[in-house]
């Protein structure tokens, strides 16, 4: 395993760090995608998307404006979208 030796040494070390529970959280929240089908954000805002255009499966940040999903593109502008999937933003990273 190419990663070993570091794995061997940080990893207790990290463990102590951070909870059972916020592993298991973490964990979770990498697979909380939503179809479209069956629900859609109660709010307007920032999120990911998973859109599949053209047999091609793509993850997106995005944003619904309470009616539609759009995407950032260029500079700044938006593009409108028809995702499969969506899902909250992450948590930001702890400082």
């Known amino acids: ?10 990893l207790p070390e990290l ?6 529970e916020e592993v298991k959280q973490d964990l979770n929240s990498l697979d909380n995608w ?3 089908e069956d629900e859609l954000p109660k709010d ?5 998307v998973c859109e599949n255009e053209f047999g091609t499966q793509s993850i997106l940040y995005g944003y ?12 700044g502008g938006f ?6 999937h969506w899902q909250p933003l992450p948590k930001p990273p702890k400082e």
Request: net charge positive; proline share 2%.
């Open 34 to 36: 939503i179809s479209v």
């Open 1 to 10: 395993m190419k990663y070993k030796h570091f794995i061997e040494k940080w």
């Open 79 to 84: 593009s409108d979208i028809r995702p499969t």
């Open 15 to 20: 463990l102590d760090t951070i909870s059972e």
């Open 44 to 48: 307007s805002g920032y999120l990911l």
């Open 64 to 75: 619904y404006d309470g009616k539609k999903f759009q995407t950032v593109c260029g500079l």
